[in-house]
């Protein structure tokens, strides 16, 4: 079995957690006698200075003809001002949008070994293990009409919330597929008692769970689904939702479970799949060698899951990660007293080992 990464870095603490990420995958690749093979290309402020361009053709190429996309970071001061276009973050969208990447999954898993870090209390928080499933390429972000101008004599400014029949249907399948290799609950999150956009959003979603019916569905107004999160966090498995709502909860759906440097992600389309970290690129802490790797490390573990079919080696790496923070190591955004605090790379190593 073999499958082709492309990888890239970018800028900031990038290299430094890729460099992790590689090396837990070529253990893995031994174990499971799978072959990656990974090819490095140029991404954001890095690809800028060698090329102008923050997603170079050959990149995207690159991507195209690949099986999955591992991407670190983006960004930093560097490039701050530059337009809007050009810069790094432009290099993010674009290939998210080539990559026609319509469903962006984050999972929130609560770590035992890092209760300390959420700012709810221990018996609330304890196994809370979610996944929130935000649609990526439609929505509000991207409606049209959408502008700025004047109208009687004042400024405006205004958007479109607008859902197609077929961005709901595959995002709702998607949903239920996930749901049924977790705990086989959906909660469709809207604002179905105001908005028409919401109100189809529902129908549609009701209409696709008549093929899941061993998967149970809720329906949820998102300003409730906002404070259910943090009132009764262990009650959601899989949250699927808008692009504007799922921007909003799954940001808040991370900070329940504690630190940045410990969430992953995956971006998913018909044809293609990026993973990659939900933080930036640490710019305050580039180049030191003790940015958190786990974030990065998750989301390879994400690739294996969903790309490669190896749910099992996806596991592998998530026990290490649950053993090593049992066993105290802590880079320095998860430390607390009493635990071991070590680099980017000593921090890989134990995984590794485990
Ligand atoms: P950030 O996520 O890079 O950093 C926020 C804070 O968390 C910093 O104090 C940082 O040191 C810490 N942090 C983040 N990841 C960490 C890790 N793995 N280990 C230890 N500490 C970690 O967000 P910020 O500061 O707002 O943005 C910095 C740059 O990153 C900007 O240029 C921004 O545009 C870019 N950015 C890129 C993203 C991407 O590539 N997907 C996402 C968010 C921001
Ligand atoms: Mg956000």
């Known amino acids: 079995k073999s499958c082709k990464i492309t990888v890239l870095p970018g800028d900031g603490i990038g290299p430094e957690i890729m460099e992790s ?16 093979e990974f090819h490095e290309a140029l991404i954001g402020g ?13 990149t995207l190429k690159l991507a195209k003809e690949s099986d999955a996309v591992l991407l670190a970071a983006v960004g930093g001061e560097k490039w701050d001002n530059l337009p809007t276009d050009r810069r790094p973050e432009k290099g993010l969208l674009k290939i998210r949008k080539e990559l026609d990447l319509f469903a962006n999954l984050r999972p929130g898993k609560a770590y035992t070994a890092l209760l300390d870090a959420s700012p709810l209390k221990e018996n609330l928080i304890k196994g809370v293990d979610l996944l929130v499933i935000r649609e990526l ?6 409606g049209e009409p ?4 004047e109208r009687n004599g004042e400024k405006v400014g205004y958007n479109t919330m607008i859902y197609y029949e077929h961005e709901i249907k595959r995002i709702a399948k998607l949903a239920f597929d996930i749901a049924r290799n977790r705990r086989k609950k959906v909660t ?6 105001v908005l028409e956009v919401s109100a189809v959003w529902r129908e549609i979603v009701t209409e696709v769970h008549a093929e899941y019916q061993d998967v149970e569905l809720e329906h949820m107004y998102v300003d409730n689904c906002a404070m259910q999160l943090v009132r009764r ?12 709502f799922g921007d909003i909860l799954s940001d808040e759906a991370g900070a329940l479970t504690g ?16 993973y990659e970290p939900v933080h930036g690129s640490a710019p305050d802490i580039a180049g030191q060698g003790i940015a958190n790797p786990i974030a990065m490390i998750l989301s390879a573990a994400m690739m294996l899951e969903i790309t490669c079919k190896l749910p099992e080696a996806a596991r592998d790496i998530e026990n290490a990660i649950d053993k090593v923070l049992e066993e105290g190591y802590r880079t320095g955004d998860i430390w607390a007293p009493g635990t071991k605090k070590v680099s980017t790379k000593e921090m890989t190593k134990a995984i590794i080992k485990y």
């Open 146 to 149: 959408r502008g700025i101008e």
């Open 259 to 274: 630190s940045l440097g410990m969430l992953p992600s995956a971006s998913i389309g018909e044809r293609y799949a990026l």
């Open 137 to 142: 390429t439609g929505g509000i972000y991207f």
């Open 188 to 193: 469709s999150v809207d604002k179905a008692n």
């Open 21 to 36: 990420a590689i090396e837990v995958l070529k253990a893995i690749s031994k174990k499971y006698g799978i072959n990656f």
């Open 46 to 58: 890095a690809a800028i200075d060698a090329t102008g361009d923050p997603l170079p053709e050959e």
């Open 233 to 244: 966090p262990k009650d959601f498995d899989v949250i699927v939702t808008g692009n504007l």
